[in-house]
């Protein structure tokens, strides 16, 4: 099939990510001028080999360190605006967040302990032809601290008295 004409949705479940995530968009290096939210899911040769015959954009990075393994990737992007994702979820100790714009970029730097995702194609014409995987659906399970599972039934039952129990001022 070729690119620009793809039509099946692909269901991943427990992605490794080939490199750091970047679902808050950010742009400290210059290279991601629109600001794009993306993830890119490692591909074993097998996988990426079928992904590119059917036209997906399979991606290669030869490591300077070890040119005889390349890195082979499904760069998947995420759009909370013109097309969101159908679910989008966070699961942090069993209860699921819901992701939106504000709240996605903590995943950046979260303790990721699984992903399952639904790709759907983009296909575009203009001013190319090809494909583009965005995000369907999306569930991260987050792992949590040990300190905060030893700390969680105290937060939780103090979130909704924000008051301290001392005066700041010094009154």
């Known amino acids: ?5 793809i039509h099946n949705n692909l269901v991943f479940e427990n992605v490794t990510l080939a ?7 950010s742009d400290p290096h210059g290279y991601n001028d629109r600001h794009q939210r993306y993830f890119d ?3 074993d040769d097998e996988m990426a080999k079928d992904l590119a015959d059917e036209g997906w954009p399979v991606r290669t990075y030869i490591p300077k ?13 995420i759009r909370f605006d013109k ?6 979820y966070m699961i942090v100790d069993r209860r699921p967040v819901k992701l939106n714009a504000e709240n996605v970029g903590t995943l950046d730097y979260a303790d990721i302990s699984n ?18 995987a965005m995000v ?24 909704d008295n ?9 009154d």
Do not use: C, H
């Not at 490199?19 to 968009?25: A, K, Q």
């Not at 097309?83 to 989008?88: E, G, H, L, N, T």
């Open 19 to 25: 490199f750091r995530p970047n679902f808050s968009g």
């Open 162 to 170: 924000d008051d301290l129990p001392f005066d700041v001022n010094g």
């Open 115 to 132: 992903i399952d995702v639904e790709v759907r194609p983009y296909n575009y014409s203009q001013p190319r032809v090809g494909t583009k």
């Open 65 to 77: 360190n070890d040119p005889d393994n390349p890195i082979l990737s499904l760069r998947v992007f």
């Open 83 to 88: 097309v969101p994702p159908r679910y989008a």
């Open 136 to 159: 369907e659906s999306i569930y991260v399970e987050i792992r949590e601290s040990k300190l905060y599972e030893k700390y969680a039934d105290i937060i939780e039952s103090s979130e």
């Open 41 to 43: 899911i490692k591909l």
């Open 1 to 5: 099939m070729a690119a620009g004409n």
